[in-house]
């Protein structure tokens, strides 16, 4: 089992919807939870950090982790056609190494 | 700089030769990690500098890859004899420190293409 799983897409949906994009994990000691984002033949930008259990908003978007669902989120409201973009989740094992999902690759349709 | 600077940005290279990828990290950042992307695959750690402390390798595939960083600073992935499954991005990163709470910031990348 890899440590984070993630669905690799592609989503696409129409401007102005809600997002959902998800990644789980496999171990319940891990603490420290960020996506990123990545435009095509870019580097990855970090788009959020979440410690813990809960939800963090900026913006138009919201970072949720459920530690005993070992699952964490990410919603995008009001998603527009910039937002289309490769999202990656990813969780600090140890004091270090990050651990990557796949990317969910997401276009928003005008 | 500004931000993670790497070079090349694009390579091509025939199967057989020797690469050499660069990074430089933000100033003053301590940490330094070199990342593998490949075509609908995760990030794949291949190694971590921090300080003048001995790097973690553990992530690099074969003793075709090795990485140095001099000075604490600018660092050097080199891959050996390229064979075609090492076409991806190869992708730097950098932090201030190691930990929670702590940012790693990414370049660009250098896309690979062995022939």
């Known amino acids: 089992q890899k440590e984070v799983e993630q669905d690799p897409g592609p989503l696409s949906v129409p401007e102005g919807a809600i997002v959902s994009l998800n990644c789980t994990y496999s171990n319940s000691a891990f603490q420290y939870f960020m996506w990123y984002r990545q435009y095509s033949r870019k580097g990855p930008e970090l788009l959020m950090y979440t410690y813990s259990s809960g939800n963090k908003e900026d913006g138009r978007f919201t970072a949720q982790v459920d530690k005993s669902s070992k699952y964490i989120s990410l919603f995008i409201r009001d998603s527009q056609p910039s937002d289309s973009a490769t999202y990656l989740c990813a969780i600090l094992g140890g004091t270090y190494k990050y651990i990557f999902g796949t990317g969910t690759r997401l276009k928003v349709l005008a | 700089g500004a931000g993670v600077s790497q070079s090349p940005s694009n390579k091509v290279t025939e199967k057989g030769k020797d690469v050499e990828l660069r990074c430089d990290p933000i100033s003053g950042h301590t940490a330094l990690y070199w990342y593998r992307q490949s075509l609908g695959q995760g990030l794949e750690f291949l190694i971590y500098?921090?300080?003048?402390?001995?790097?973690?390798k553990s992530g690099l595939p074969s003793d075709r890859f090795s990485a140095e960083r001099t000075g604490g600073s600018v660092s050097t992935l080199t891959i050996q004899r390229t064979q075609q499954e090492d076409s991806a991005v190869y992708l730097c990163a950098s932090s201030q420190r190691q930990g929670s709470g702590n940012t790693i910031y990414f370049g660009e990348g250098s896309w690979l293409t062995v022939v």
């Open positions: 500098f921090q300080g003048n402390s001995a790097p973690d």
